[in-house]
């Protein structure tokens, strides 16, 4: 089995890291370029030379490092006006219009440094700018300029919540890339001094993109319900859980925001569903195979849909890093597994869930009004203990947002605030 990959240190008591975030990946090509002809090994500031080597182009810096990069690779990321498109920047190049291994009939460098092939199969010139080559060569940044470090958190962050301020938030593009930053590097964030307007939650997460519709619906309302469809409608103390494990793809972050809390009881609770992982597979190695390699059934139903899913507990991706947790004992549905199997799964399951309840990970707070507590629903789990209606009223507005929004949002925004620099 391979063992997950530890995601950070915890630096609880230091400020939230900035996010390791990678130079504009966009291509800067001069407007105008000297002819290039046959030979190379042309000088130019950063880049020293280039050379057609096999299905590669060799590119030799000043500072004497090198990189071949596949001919059908620098073919498929030609950026110009013909293979890229201006205004969608989408690609309208046709990989399949050229050969696997594309000829090159010359290649060169331009007085401004910038690397031009021209190809032999269809007479096209391409160009790439030696600081976007060099980037791709030796700083790996993949598809995405964000890489935070996830901060693996347990009880000593109580009372040290990440906290922003709503106008800020709603106002600057560099608070919000800081909450948003936050919310991935932490899982957690509370907004504070958020009005207490009816559907405001919704309007927050409209200034990154939208809220995502559910089976109840666009928003929703945490309070006792004559005739509750879920538990959270109770006054009943909730578990630390994650929502809607029983979809395919559940949201990847929820908000709360609260607008009455004077009842008795009801202080949230919340544990990073990373860290109690992490316990878990120091702990028990077999334990934590079986979390993360047997798909559960989770289920809901009533009498308008019947939502399930099948996936493991403790999700991980391909190299073997935590990526999600689906935990919920309300929606843990009837699981049809052989005997030894169902066993294993129990005995598992149930160590999980006392270090997601265990006082030593777990973090207990009193949301007050005007709070919007908002967090990962992949990562963190949120619970609350029960309440007294007759003493006062508990009133919570929540919606979701897809992490697709929130990383989408937060590269605008980190692109605003670069631009606005």
């Known amino acids: 089995m391979q063992s997950p990959v530890v995601l950070a240190t915890r630096v609880l008591g230091k400020a939230v890291p900035a996010l390791h975030v990678n130079p504009a990946l966009a291509r800067s090509v001069p407007s105008t ?8 090994g042309l000088s130019a500031d950063g880049v020293r030379s280039v050379r057609a080597v096999d299905r590669s182009l060799e590119v030799i810096w000043n500072d004497g490092r090198s990189h071949a990069f596949p001919l059908i690779w620098l073919r498929d990321n030609c950026d110009c006006p013909r293979c890229l498109h201006p205004d969608t920047q989408e690609r309208t190049f046709d990989l ?7 000829r090159v009939a010359s290649a060169g460098l331009t007085g401004q440094g910038t690397v031009m092939v021209l190809w032999g199969d269809d007479g096209h010139t391409s160009k790439y700018e030696s600081g976007w ?6 700083e790996s940044p993949g598809d995405d300029p964000i890489r935070p470090d996830a901060v693996l958190w347990d009880a000593s962050l109580s009372g040290r919540v990440p906290r922003f301020d709503y106008g800020h938030v709603m106002d600057s593009e560099r608070e919000l890339g800081a909450w948003l930053s936050t919310l991935l590097s932490h899982g957690i964030a ?4 958020t009005p207490g307007r009816d559907r405001e939650v919704v309007r927050v997460a409209e200034r990154i993109a ?20 879920n538990n959270a409608y109770t006054a009943l103390k909730l578990q630390n859980h994650t929502d809607l494990c ?13 607008l009455e809390n004077t009842a008795t009881g009801g202080d949230s609770t919340l544990v990073d569903g990373f860290r109690a992982a992490e316990a878990l597979h120091r702990a028990d190695v077999d334990a934590f195979h079986v979390l993360s390699a047997t798909p559960v059934l989770f289920r809901f ?3 308008g849909c019947d939502l399930r899913f099948r996936a493991p507990i403790i999700g991980l991706d391909g190299s073997g890093r935590f990526e999600q947790i689906r935990f919920n004992f309300g929606l843990f549905g009837v699981q049809a597994l052989p005997p030894d199997e169902t066993a294993a799964l129990y005995a598992a399951y149930r160590k999980f869930a006392r270090l ?30 029960a309440y007294q209606p007759s003493t006062g009223r508990r009133h919570l507005q929540g919606c979701y947002v897809d992490r697709d929004e929130i990383l989408s949002r937060l590269r605008t925004s980190l692109s605003a605030v670069t631009d606005a620099a």
């Open 33 to 40: 370029v000297s002819p290039v002809g046959p030979s190379l």
């Open 96 to 102: 399949l219009t050229v050969p696997e291994t594309p």
């Open 133 to 138: 080559l060099r980037r791709y060569a030796f």
């Open 190 to 193: 509370v907004v504070a001094d």
């Open 210 to 229: 939208y809220a995502r519709r559910s089976n109840f619906g666009e928003h929703f309302e945490v309070r006792v319900e004559p005739n509750p469809i």
């Open 246 to 258: 029983n979809w395919e793809r559940p949201p990847g972050y929820q908000f709360l925001h609260c």
């Open 301 to 303: 139903h009533d009498t």
């Open 356 to 385: 997601v309840r265990d006082d030593r990970y777990q973090i207990r707070f009193k949301l007050e009004p005007g709070d919007l507590l908002t967090f990962d629903n992949w990562r963190v789990l949120h619970g609350r203990l």
